[in-house]
């Protein structure tokens, strides 16, 4: 009560921007500059929403007053950078060269590593966010119907650009999400949000969860199990027979996903839930889910092991599954666009390994050198072409050596390819994969 | 590290990459310099995203180290761990099953209330449990109930009542507990749901609401295809279910027909019981027409069966042309099934008496009417009845049969009731299928001949040769065919078609035998040609005067247009009176040739002509005029049996008739034979072979066996045609003629 509001505090809106504290892994302190998403005042106690810059949204908190650098403080622009209500294209960040040049002036003292500027590049990823951007148009319309990723930004308003959510305890585990999801507004103010571990549904109170678990006798997920080997199984649901489920765990996922779009139904997917069994049940993992019929080769649209089992190799594992589930549908497929960082780290970590796994087996038959296509390193991994290209560049392997192109293992590729692959005890075997896949072209719509 | 000063090719996927390891690595520096050439493929991140400091901290790490540092991860918000009531909360174990789960389907749904008791419900529930037992699951599923009912309001307290059959008491507190717990709830509902989207569209930018329903399908993009073939699916089933429809639209019709045959046998035993027809006699008369009736109509046509529901018997009777009667005899028609009459058919056979007392006459207009549209139909197209509907004559082209809107087909009948058929043999075979003919344009005669049609309409002649030979040679064919006026042509055209009309059933039976007797004397004496139109007035008599005065117009009409279209053809008088000649020539008898041109028609025509006519003075010419004989002696059934119905009313005078035209006319053949077939002779046509009543076809036989065999010079010939009906072959080929008769209905 006697806590006085510095006028200085008074003046902190949505849209300045100035630096804040936090800990960094190595539990140092640091001060990245950082954008004032919203501003809320409980019990005449201040507390802003900031959002780090160039760090990612899921690092996003509600922070005291005391952790901001008052002295630095920026007001908006005329042509503010916060996100607009709409998601007008013009509240896109500028390019990354513009906002380290902006940035060092700023505060030289951010830490920063930031390769090269590659000309040409930036050119290229523009050309590829043109798609995306087609659909928006600025006008928020509603989005596309196919996948299950939003690329456009019509939905990153300031609702969504905040997490809603501040914990949820989900059988062992309490999980604290890194975006907004959509669950039920009167449940955004809990503290803690309870889920059941098996069917995910929310509930507002430790009470009520004991409640349902008299009532809900689940102990896996609702639906075939068509892979098991150890304690890890694998579960395929339905997005239109089992809707419950689907959305329940859409919503958890959404927690986790930041592209992820809730906006329309689950019909047109089928979930692969990928469970640890122990003496209780099946407990999720992770898990990813599928288009039905793909139109665009995606072989995974969204997927996610949640953070509890994250850093431990199920994300490959996920990875590996879906596409041993590929191979077995006699398809290439890659998955849906944008890729999150985790993501993109993650699928590269399992295209290099799937790849390079190949290049040192390949034998040199009668002395010569071996060799391969890379349509044909598709066709074994099921890893779409565009994929195999991208991931044999990032590795450095693929040269232009006397007017041809080669492959080169260089030697600590070999030797780092071993030390991981040492360390990747999870693998999917595909002998206990159970699955048919089925053609959702000739059965009703999903 | 300078620009490249050539352009490396596009690298190609199908094409193979060597690999090196190593220490054969070749010059590293040239190789990174021209990697740059390579196309750098997009990442697949949103490109804000992608510059993040601690992706790009990450990714750098990995490309230093080549492997993760603990330190480079991208950080995550942690949440601490583990739950210590876990235990408590998830009881029990759940053992892994040996196989792989398998859900069944629906199976998961236990009618379960969604609503979950919270700790403020528990407090109620204590409170209520003070007097009452309330179990928690049993609050559960009332506030579950009660909050699906319930939109944003709750609902009254008196729906609420009526919604769960609980105690009041207990009602009114969980109903005014709900009501000031929904005050306290932020959410629209004690049961939490994610928000649904509104159709009005006001929700479509709105956060909350997840899990919209997709109104379209689809891109169609992709699956344009598919859709296609979906569309052709659906029209598919379109088309079958509307055949569907039909179908059941024509069982609809059938049970109706069914009923009202029911109702209608049951009206005709009402009616012989209160007539006391007992014995079935009444009936026997009445329905003898009906089966003659079976002959003709056609089973298929469905217009055809509205007729019958507002007939009576007598109605339908003169509906049967007197022609059938020869026929009458006829008990099967098995394919025919005209409704009602079908089923009293086999009782007609047993219960015919033998003496027939005579029919009433009246004519039902409508059905006279019917006729003659058919009549006028054959005489548009005359082809008809000699086209083949043999399914092998596809080469027939323009001739070939096809059948008419409107006309009723009936199969050929391949029983006769009874009579064992004779076998021919010899010359016996050769009248069955020949007849004596005479060409009209190099006038001779050219002997003993059967007429069919060739491929294009043309007539052919197959001519047997026979002993006669010689003789028939030397026959004058103008005995055939005098010449006549146009007028008395048409006059006597006119005679014989009225008579077609005469309803009269004939009484077979009892002029057996004086049937016999007078065509003895009938061969003798030949009628004279004048005798047609005396006879004229008795054998209208059934007929009232206005059906005569229609149907004389339409006559006169038909044989307007019949002669026009003879003389159109450039034929003389033609064809119309070359026939005429046959008939003066068979009535006076004179000749032993006239007999010679009987064949199986003409006799059983003369059969029953003879016996209708009790006195002599009726002329039976035999209609020779077959004499010119079309193929197998299909007109001359029509003759004679138009012949014999015409006569057998009257009772009197046999007038026979001559009608019918059969010269073989230039190569018009066709033509101008079946034009002069009047399209009541087609429907005899059809009654004949399946139908000689046993006295006839045996008075045919008799006849022609004892009378007009001494007159004939081969009376061997003469002999077989009486009998030849029954020939199996022959019956068979009828049938075939039958049907294309049949044409003209």
């Known amino acids: ?446 | 590290m300078s620009k490249l000063s050539f352009r490396a090719r596009a690298l190609d996927a199908a094409k193979p990459l060597p690999i090196y390891r190593n220490g054969d690595i070749p010059d590293l520096n040239d190789c990174v310099s021209i990697n740059r050439a390579v196309p750098q493929m997009p990442t697949g991140m949103e490109k804000e995203e992608e510059s993040e400091h601690h992706l790009q901290r990450a990714i750098c790490a990995q490309q230093v180290f080549r492997e993760k540092k603990e330190c480079m991860v991208i950080p995550v918000p942690e949440a601490e761990g583990n739950i210590n009531y876990y235990d408590r909360l998830y009881k029990g174990e759940f053992r892994q099953p040996k196989q792989l789960i398998h859900i069944q389907p629906f199976g998961l749904d236990y009618e379960q209330p969604d609503y979950d008791m919270d700790s403020e419900d528990e407090t109620l529930l204590n409170r209520l449990n003070r007097k009452m037992e309330l179990k928690p699951l049993q609050f559960e599923i009332m506030v579950d109930r009660l909050e699906k009912a319930s939109a944003n309001q709750l609902i009254t307290l008196p729906e609420a009542k009526l919604l769960l059959n609980e105690d009041d008491y207990l009602l009114k507190s969980v109903y005014d507990y709900l009501v000031r717990k929904r005050k306290n709830c932020r959410g629209p509902s004690l049961i939490p749901q994610v928000k649904q989207e509104k159709r009005d569209g006001s929700t479509n930018n709105d956060a909350y609401v997840a899990f919209r329903r997709r109104t379209e399908k689809m891109q169609t993009r992709k699956n344009r295809k598919n859709d296609e073939a979906s569309y052709e699916k659906m029209l598919k089933l379109r088309r079958e279910f509307s055949r569907t429809v039909t179908i059941l639209e024509m069982i609809k019709k059938r049970e109706k027909s069914k009923r009202e045959l029911l109702h209608l046998t049951l009206e005709v035993v009402e009616k012989r019981f209160q007539m006391s027809d007992f014995s079935g006699e009444v009936l026997s008369e009445v329905s003898v027409p009906l089966a003659e009736k079976t002959v003709h109509p056609a089973p298929i046509c469905l217009p055809n069966g509205n007729r019958h529901k507002t007939e009576n018997k007598v109605k339908s009777t003169p509906k049967h042309h007197p022609h059938n009667v020869t026929v009458k005899a006829e008990p099967h028609f098995d394919f025919i099934r005209p409704h009602k009459k079908s089923s009293r058919k086999p009782k007609l056979d047993t219960l015919r008496p033998p003496s027939r007392p005579e029919r009433p006459h009246t004519v039902n207009t409508a059905d006279i009417k019917q006729y003659d549209f058919h009549s006028s139909g054959e005489d548009e197209n005359p082809q008809s009845p000699s086209s083949e509907p043999d399914e092998e004559n596809d080469p027939d082209g323009a001739f070939v049969f096809r059948r008419r809107a409107g006309c009723s087909y009936l199969s050929p009948l391949t029983e006769q009731s009874d009579g064992s058929p004779p076998v021919l043999a010899g010359l016996d075979a050769m009248w069955q299928r020949n007849a004596l003919t005479a060409l009209s344009v190099p006038r001779r005669c050219v002997g003993v001949a059967r007429r069919r049609l060739g491929r294009g309409g043309r007539v052919l002649l197959d001519r047997p040769s026979s002993e006669l030979d010689r003789a028939l040679r030397h026959l004058d064919p103008d005995t055939f065919c005098p010449s006549r006026s146009l007028a008395q042509l048409l006059s006597d055209i006119q005679a014989c078609r009225w008579r077609y009309f005469q309803p009269r059933p004939l009484h077979q039976n009892q002029r057996d035998e004086s049937g016999r007797n007078a065509l003895h004397e009938d061969d003798r004496k030949g009628g004279g040609v004048t005798g047609t139109s005396s006879s004229r007035n008795t054998v209208l008599g059934g007929i009232t005067e206005e059906q005569f005065q229609t149907h004389q117009q339409q006559l006169v009409q038909m044989q307007q247009q019949q002669l026009a279209q003879s003389q159109q053809q450039g034929l003389r008088p033609s064809s119309n009176l070359p026939e005429r000649p046959h008939v003066h020539v068979s009535n006076t008898a004179s000749l032993d040739t006239l007999s010679k041109t009987l064949d199986s028609a003409s006799a059983q025509f003369a059969a029953s002509a003879v016996v209708s006519t009790p006195n002599k003075d009726g002329k039976t010419h035999n209609t020779a005029v077959n004499g010119i004989l079309p193929n197998s002696g299909k007109h001359n059934n029509k003759f004679s049996s138009s012949g014999s119905s015409s006569v057998r009313p009257s009772g009197a005078s046999s007038k026979p008739l001559l009608a019918v035209p059969q010269s073989l006319p230039h190569g018009h053949g066709p033509l101008s034979s079946v034009s002069a077939v009047s399209p009541a002779h087609t429907h005899l046509n059809s009654a004949r072979p399946c139908a000689p009543s046993p006295p006839a076809l045996k008075l045919a036989t008799v006849a022609s066996s004892l009378d007009r065999v001494p007159k004939v010079t081969p009376a061997s010939a003469i002999d077989s045609i009486g009998r030849d009906k029954n020939e199996p072959e022959r019956l068979a080929l009828n049938g075939i003629e039958t049907t294309v008769a049949m044409e003209v209905t």
């Open chain 1, 1 to 446: 009560q006697n806590y006085v509001v510095s006028p200085r505090l008074m003046e902190i809106v949505e849209g300045c921007r100035l630096p804040v504290l936090r800990k960094n892994q190595e539990n140092e302190d640091e001060w990245p500059l950082a954008e004032i998403l919203s501003v809320k005042d409980t019990l005449g106690r201040k507390l802003f929403y900031v959002h780090y810059i160039d760090f990612n949204k899921r690092l996003d908190e509600w922070v005291t007053p005391d952790r901001l650098d008052m002295k630095k403080l920026q007001f908006p622009k005329k042509e503010a950078k916060t996100p607009t209500k709409n998601g007008l294209p013009g509240s896109r960040p500028s390019s990354p060269e513009r906002e380290v040049v902006r940035e060092t002036a700023l505060n030289g003292t951010t830490r920063r590593v930031l390769p090269p500027s590659q000309p040409g590049r930036k050119r290229k990823t523009c050309g590829t966010d043109e798609d995306s951007q087609d659909s928006s148009d600025g006008i928020p319309t509603a989005p596309r119907m196919t996948g299950s990723l939003v690329s456009d930004r019509s939905h990153d308003d300031i609702i969504t650009r905040m997490k809603n959510i501040d914990c949820i305890e989900l059988g062992r585990h309490r999980l604290k999400p890194w975006y907004f999801s959509p669950y039920p507004q009167e449940l955004t103010t809990l503290p803690i949000l309870y889920l059941c571990e098996f069917c995910l549904k929310y509930l507002k109170s430790l009470k009520c969860l004991q409640r349902h678990l008299t009532k809900c006798n689940l102990r896996h997920p609702p639906g075939n199990e068509i892979y098991r080997k150890g304690t890890i199984s694998f579960f395929e649901i339905d997005g239109r027979k089992n809707k419950t489920y689907s959305q329940n765990l859409c919503l958890l996922a959404k927690c986790f996903l930041d592209h992820k779009t809730l906006y329309y139904d689950t019909d047109p997917f089928l979930f692969y839930v990928m469970t640890e069994y122990d003496c209780k049940g099946f407990h999720i993992v992770g898990y990813f889910s599928k288009e039905k019929e793909s139109t665009e080769d995606y072989n995974v649209a969204c997927i996610l092991t949640l953070p509890p089992y994250q850093r431990r190799g199920y994300g490959k594992l996920l990875i590996e599954f879906s596409y041993e589930l590929s191979k077995v549908e006699g398809k290439t497929g890659t998955p849906e666009k944008p890729l999150s960082d985790l993501g993109l780290l993650s699928y590269r970590s399992y295209w290099s390994q799937t790849i390079l796994e190949i290049l040192m087996d390949l034998k040199s038959d009668n002395g010569e050198r071996p060799q391969i296509t890379i349509n044909e390193i598709s066709e074994i991994t099921s890893v779409k072409k565009e994929d195999v290209i991208s991931t044999l560049q990032y590795l450095n392997l693929i040269n232009y050596y006397k007017g041809q192109y080669i492959l080169t293992l260089s030697e600590d590729i070999v030797d780092g390819h071993e030390r991981a692959m040492q360390k990747r005890h999870l693998r999917i075997d595909p002998k206990c994969l159970h699955f048919t896949p089925k053609d959702w072209s000739k059965r009703g719509k999903w």
